[in-house]
């Protein structure tokens, strides 16, 4: 039977790695599992990867690059928003590219946390806040903002067996109707 080709390797190690750190954690799971998941020896592994963080970093890297451009494109929109809506339809769309990702950040603290990516994470948060805060806007208005970033990404990881589309559908009409203008009691008396 003839190898696998560099460029198979490479991209199944990804997708062992993934599976793996969803099943027993990042600490959990050892260069040897990923190794033995994908049918090659550790030495072949290590062709493409020294050690496990150059692999989390090679597994975050693309996820992390996508979801600046979707703040980039929030950023750049004229008026907050219109920058808030762009943010949150990019961030449902980006969190669909990234399912399994965003079940194994969810359900592994340490990865979040890791040294390598935490500083990364942090500049996307206050990014994220930037673009949500909107003083003119009342209270309940930027509260319902940030319960509903927090709860985009809880409902990917917690369904994530629903199919995209639907599941896609439903986290954007809850958004639309958290966030729309709510009228006062005293307006609709």
């Known amino acids: 039977m003839a190898a696998p080709a560099l460029e198979d390797t490479y991209d199944k190690v990804l997708s062992a790695a993934v599976e793996l750190f969803g099943e027993h954690g990042f ?3 050892s260069l040897q599992a990923i190794a033995d998941r994908v049918g090659v020896t550790k030495a072949a592994l290590y062709y493409h990867f020294r050690t496990k963080d150059e692999l989390l970093d090679a597994l975050l890297r693309p996820a992390l690059n996508d979801l600046d451009r979707v703040l980039d494109t929030a950023e750049r929109r004229k008026g907050q928003a219109v920058r808030q809506r762009v943010l949150f339809e990019g961030y449902v769309d980006f969190l669909m590219r990234y399912r ?3 079940v194994v950040l969810d359900r592994d603290v340490s990865v979040g946390t890791h040294p ?3 500083p990364r994470l942090e500049s996307i948060t206050e ?3 930037s673009v949500l805060d909107d003083n003119d806007r009342p209270i309940e208005f930027r509260v319902a903002a940030t319960v509903a ?3 985009i990404y809880a409902a990917v990881a917690t369904f994530p067996h629903l199919p995209d589309d639907e ?4 986290l954007l009409d809850i958004v639309r109707r958290l966030l729309s203008p709510r009228r006062t009691r005293a307006a609709s008396e």
């Open 27 to 29: 600490a959990g799971t």
């Open 100 to 102: 399994t990702l965003a």
């Open 116 to 118: 390598a990516i935490r």
């Open 127 to 129: 990014r994220v806040r």
């Open 149 to 151: 970033m927090g709860g």
């Open 167 to 170: 599941l896609r559908g439903v």
